[in-house]
């Protein structure tokens, strides 16, 4: 029968359409166990969708028939629920093992604990029970290495021995997790963010969220992470919850399936996975539903919001950082902001879209290198370079040699009276007294003009080593280095905004402002905000953005600061260039997506997008019934499209149905082994009645159980706008053009994409797949 | 020119599909200054789309003309957020207007304040400065009636009169509000919020979103809910949030020329009305979009969350509570929850389901009593006879006299130490030292005792009056009075379970459960459970409802019980009918209202659907090239179709596009008054080329201007349910069907939701609209 077998056919270079349809004759009989869909093609959504209308109309009607069949049809309705458990728990734990490990292995590049070497630096010193506010470095059973090997941790030797043993920890982890990634999951290396968004859109991509991938990702995100390297975990941590939003679904067959509903699952598994990098699952659902998502109905919206929860409970109870805190970076400010401070959140907002354009632009440059140059061809190599010249550079500034998050942590927080960080070491006016528990407002000490000039050494080299880092063949996020930037960039900003105010407190801005010896600004606020312009900047994200960090900080008191960079940096950014780094990379590989935010603004008509253009041969068409075996046996031979419209005649072009190249192929393929009398010279009708044929002609063979009565179609005048929304919309494959009733071509997704490139002015030739 | 003038159509009961379109060779001239739909059609969002994108390309390639150009569309590009700004300021405004207002009306019922009569109770007693905590009776300022006309309080006499006044005051409001919504805007009637889910579905109420509208519906908002009615004042906000949208639509012909661009503004605006309802911005744009948008593209969802944030900022600037709260129920619980409460949290989940389920059909059923019979007649008697027994009943319980929200505001409260409620009237036990802040786990006082019986009744009481109330024709929002409901049923299941976990502490599971000393149970958490459930069986709100509750409470600790609460209530209600109390009145009310929510699983085709049917005479259809014009306008005369498919013959009925019955109207009569030679008997035709005609024959008039080239067609096999989601996702007003090129019939929305409705085995005469 069509369809129950897998042919092995090539992947063709250039395809014209298939697979639409709702083949009305052919829905009694058992659908094909494997997908029907090759690698690197996309989905006809429609055709998903009737698919598993039938499957559910199927379900209900039998469920009356008997009380086992009604709980099947229960557990059926419930599956989806089951897989959002089953994700939110998988994707939550996953992200507890990834922080505990990560935690681990990035103190062990500095020293190890002596008590239980499996401990990281903070559990190590927290059972030790010695020490709980001091200094780092005075808990006993932790040892750096130099402590371990020389005994000492002051001097010139003990400082190198330290370096170098930095250095290699970071290569060992780096080149071992390239080697994981080379060996076992190519698919696991980057963010996985652009692919995640081109698979959600109906792209195939076999074995992107497999098992290995999901096994690999989560070793060598931990090893990445640890390396030092200036990536992040949380969109890896995305991929990853959509690996196990995938592995949940082969328990189902009405995810398994089906591609359309597989989607669904994906869409929330998304959800979870950035409620469980954050810890915010509101703002995960909204991430995935603004960033991620292409078909996203509200039914979804439900499940994904119970996922990104489920994460984020599972998190806390594992409770990785042992603070029973749910946010990555919790913070909590005392002062309030004041309007005129929204100038100099502005000016982050600026940066923010600056830096997102710099970072866009050569992050693709350097990524564009790789791929048409010698570079990419030595992945290990490039990896080991970066994770080199990264450990190298990081290490002699405190403020890169620690991990990312705690450095955004430290530049988020507000100083308070425990705080030993340099960056709080400001002058105690002993003529004030003031609560304890605030310090702005007064003159810095020598330790904050230190950490000045380290924090601006450490920007630069973030801003640098970020852009040679994202697209290394080993999972790298941008979220954390982005944020790092802005942090950093928004920390000098606050303090010079606060020691303005202190040392010139009589400016008629600040008198207004400040009422003296109340506090007045707020250093870790203009960090926040700044982290919040820069991720905006990169990844063009706004309400999910905006509701991530309302979620970290609790409250809507900053909303309107974080609203105002956001938006900055949004509007900056967008004049140099619309595209999002996601975007970017989608356009980079040539993946069909067609963006739902872009808007098709240009004039053309159907009539200059489809094939045949004028001096191309005719369509390869079918007609109903005065074709041969033999002939379609030829036309499938001599082309590699996906499918043929069929048409009542050459000569009147009326255009009746469309079969796909598939099941023609086994169609005639069964008829000949299995159906006496068919032969070459035999007739195919896709008719309800046979030809009127002469006696003595062979038996003819029927096929209309296979075509597909309800093609698509459009005319030739309609604008190309309303053709860009209905793909997009109903999310086909492809669209014949008639006019008056007369088929004259085809339009795929192929030929829409390469036409909006061509309308952008860039190479058509990028959009590889179709 | 066609399009130009407004002409006086006479509404027609049956139509066939009118005005869909891209008019590509009608763009260059301007578009009529009207909007060009009827009242009471729907909009082709299709077409307005393609306006728009005319619209803009024009201003696009006009600003390199010139400065003032570049200015002109800089303003343009901006004018979305101007307005979202100042549907805002407008909104919150409002808000606080009416908060103020009620506040005062609410309580000129029960007193006056003597030093200035315009101030209410709280405000009255906050100014006088002699008591702050103490008893709400014992402000000297403030005096009620029987105070003020008696000199006492105390006797039958002063209560009589209290009653008497409270009763009179009530009938005041309301019938002042009822005679200002009869007299001056119909419209104004009701929460308003199933009309805006027809209207952003593409309906057009002309004068529902008019400034008549907006005045009256914020005035009589104000008396009725002072009146004391069971009514809240949540959906009412909305419909007046989409008043002022719609307000500012005008001032920009970007959005006041473009229905479609319109709507976009009016979602935005419903998130604002919710968002100052509650003073929950966030939860405001997850409504606007899981609840009343239909067509939400992501540009909206940003500008959403800023009109949301404005107009929640504007209420708090001006802080009408003057607690400088933004959420409308702020709480803060001190105590966890603990696994098994879920059971009683899940219990009044199915008691909100099922309030849910009564809620609806009761109301229906009333509502549709209503509209057949001769009580539709009289609204102003319903609505004195509903005050009156309110009035009355309310009046001796405690808990029904005062304003609902302060009702649920109580209810929804943990008791502290300064809390004077009854409902706190614990008996302190002498043995324990306990913290002072928190008193559960103690013997219930006769207080509490009291307060049950009354809470008990005051139950009854609102699940009765709320379903006759809910519908009549003054503003009015049921989000407060469920509530309410499902508070006073979570307040007193939590007393008795709190009063279980003490007398029988001994119990295996509070054993488990209460450690001996600590705190157990949270009465006033069931209050917000009940209350989340309430809600969310009525509405079947699902993540709006939760984040909605989790911004009251401001925190992520109680998020899994309200989520165990509403998905109990949505499922429960669900099993006894998938519509929500929205949906219900919409189908009440015929409105052409296709719900993206709802999946279409029949096997029909569109075949099955099409007009004309079987037995019916043939479509109405024109020949490109062989009317004349006296048969056009006999077409005209004799149907009252919307617009007419063009053919190439009527033999061949191979289609080539479709007329508007408005434009072919409107070009004939122009060109019998300007165009000379233009007779009855001269022919139309709309392809380029005029036909070959005999020599003597009269000028030929063609139309080709006014054709639209590019009609939306289905094949006869169809499914159905592709044809849905085309209506639905595309927002077509018909579509053709054809099959093999030959024209066969039309389908209209219409005939979609008559065949949806029949498929449902309801009444497809209940769609009365196109």
Redesign the interface.
Known sequence: MAGEVETNMTPTEEMNGSGSG?L?DFLDEPFPDVATYEDFHTIDW?RE??RD?DR??KI?SKSKESVWEFVKSLLDAWSGWVVMLLIGLLSGTLAAVIDLAVDWMTDLKEGVCLSAFWYSHEQCCWTSNETTFDDRDKCPQWQRWSELMMGHTQGAGAYLLNYSLYIIWALFFSSLAVSLVRVFAPYACGSGIPEIKTILSGFIIRGYLGKWTLLIKTVTLVLAVSSGLSLGKEGPLVHVACCCGNLFCSLFSKYSKNEGKRREVLSAAAAAGVSVAFGA??GG?LFS??EVSYYF???T??RS??AA?VA??TLRSINPFGNSR?VLFYVEYHTPWYMAELVPFILLGVFGGLWGTLFIRGNIAWCRRRKTTQLGKYPALEVMAVTGITAILAFPNPYTRRSTSELISELFNDCGALESSQLCDYVNDPNMTRPADDIPDRPAGPGVYTALWQLALALIFKIIITIFTFGIKIPSGLFIPSMAVGAIAGRIVGIAVEQMSYHHHDWIIFKNWCRPGADCVTPGLYAMVGAAACLGGVTRM??SL??IM?ELT???EY??PL?AAA?TSKWVADAFGKEGIYEAHIQLNGYPFLD??D???H?T??TDVMRPRCGEPPLAVLTQDSTTVEDVEALIKDTDYNGFPVV?SRE?E????FVQRRDLTLAIKNARQKQDGVVSISMVHFTEEPPQLPADSPQPLKLRRILN???F???D???M??VV??FR??GLRQCLV?????LLGIITKKDVLRHMAQMMNQDPESIMFN
Chains 1, 2 share one sequence.
């Not at 008639?738 to 007369?742: D, E, I, K, M």
């Open positions: 709702h009305m429609l969708k009737s209308t559910h109309r209900t699952p509101i659902v539903l603004e109905p509200l039914k919206l439900w919001f119970f929860l984020a409970f749910l706004t309400v905006v509701v309302f609790g409250g809507l909303i309107v609203m938006v739902v935010k808007e098709f603004t004039r008509l159907a009542v009147s009326r255009l009746i149905g009565l309800s093609p179609t459009v005319t005048h309609t604008p706008e309303t929304d209905i919309k109903l008639t006019r008056s009733g007369r």
